[in-house]
């Protein structure tokens, strides 16, 4: 078994083979849309760089596989993605043997770039390998987190640590190792620290390696890492900018 609480580098596809079969307690990950986004704000620090692999979804199906063997059964799998994914990450994914449980809508409650209808959120689809049930029977399945904005941002499509903790502690079960294949800057690990849980993660680009260790030490010197401010697991709290 790969060691916990440490970002390795490298390909996940690789990598995801050292992991034992049904030993992870969760899938909580962000992979490339394959979107080939080049971000374009004209003073941001992120201008033209590209994210590995978001220039195809070649990868997806072997993903999907990997996840699905490493899971133990009756455990969930978020996997965020956007129209340009979902159609190739549904058949992917059922291919596997998930079944497809719900589809999440993160509000971002701020708009991004763009022209047309700019877009404000992400989404998440919510897969299991048997039985997946909430904690909460009241919540509906619209997620309102404010957006990191891009003057605080370490990766270009950073997820917010309040929205993850949500998601690792909405399960009747208690997950104690979650797996992120597509790491980033960190967020899935600071989440999991955060809420006491431990991580396995792999991240191809060596600079976010070096951001998301960053990320995690600063972090466990501080109680609680909030996104622009915003205290973790409060869904009300987060609401608060927009009616302020
Ligand atoms: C959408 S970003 C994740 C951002 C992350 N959620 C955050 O909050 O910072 C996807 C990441 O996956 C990485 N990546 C792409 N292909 C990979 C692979 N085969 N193995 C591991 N990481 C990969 C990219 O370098 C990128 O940082």
Not at 4 to 16: A, F, P, R, S, V
Not at 28 to 53: A, C, E, H, V, W
Not at 126 to 140: E, H, I, P, Q, Y
């Amino acid at each position: 078994m790969l060691e916990i609480n440490k970002i390795h580098q490298g390909d996940c596809l690789e990598l995801m083979k050292d992991i034992p079969d049904k030993s992870i307690d969760m899938v909580l990950t962000d992979p490339p849309y394959g979107m080939d986004l080049t971000p374009q704000r004209s003073k941001g620090k992120f201008k033209n760089i590209k994210i590995k692999n978001d220039d195809n979804l070649d990868w997806s199906n072997l993903f999907f596989k990997e996840i699905f063997r490493v899971l133990k059964k009756n455990t969930v799998a978020y996997v965020f993605c956007s129209h340009h994914s979902i159609g190739t990450f549904i058949k992917d994914a059922k291919n596997a043997g998930f079944e497809i449980k719900n589809l999440l809508v993160w509000d971002k409650m701020w708009f991004g770039m763009g022209g047309n209808w700019r877009p404000n959120f992400e989404l998440i689809l919510v897969l299991t390998n048997g039985r997946f049930v909430t904690k909460s029977a009241n919540k509906d399945n619209i997620l309102r987190y404010r957006r990191i904005s891009p003057q605080k941002s370490k990766h270009p499509t950073q997820k917010v640590v309040p929205l993850l903790e949500e998601l690792i502690i909405e399960p009747d079960y208690e997950p104690k190792i979650i797996l992120d294949p597509f790491m980033g800057s960190g967020t899935t690990a600071v989440a999991c620290q955060q809420t006491g849980r431990d991580f396995i993660g792999f991240e191809l680009d060596k600079e976010y390696v070096k951001v998301a260790e960053k990320r995690i030490k600063e972090a466990a010197g501080c109680k609680a890492e909030s996104d622009d401010g915003i205290p973790p697991t409060n869904k009300l709290v987060g609401i608060l900018p927009k009616i302020l």
